[in-house]
């Protein structure tokens, strides 16, 4: 892989996750790189989940990573609002 297709599938994974991000009320804190990861992450879950469905652009199957993006936000945004409902002491 070059580097400039691993630049096009990082794009790619943060656009998925910002995608993912907007259906679901959460929010991924941080920057591109953090939404890159979590859309990397999220490309793994929903390609495990719905296999290889969709049109796909860097490698990365399009519709999958956008459901499996959302739902890795959502799972994120219910952990986080969890410690901090926490009383720290």
Not at 17 to 44: D, M, Q
Not at 58 to 82: D, K, M, Q, T, Y
């Amino acid at each position: 892989m070059s580097i400039l297709a691993f630049i096009l599938f990082l794009i790619v994974a943060a656009v998925c996750a910002y995608i993912g991000e907007r259906i679901v009320p959460g929010s991924v804190p941080g920057g591109f790189f953090t939404s890159a990861i979590v859309g990397i992450i999220g490309a793994w879950i929903g390609g495990n989940l719905m296999g290889h469905v969709g049109p796909d652009l860097a490698g990365i199957s399009l519709l999958p990573a956008i459901v499996g993006s959302a739902l890795f936000v959502f799972l994120l945004s219910l952990i986080s609002r969890g410690f901090n409902r926490g009383g720290a002491v």
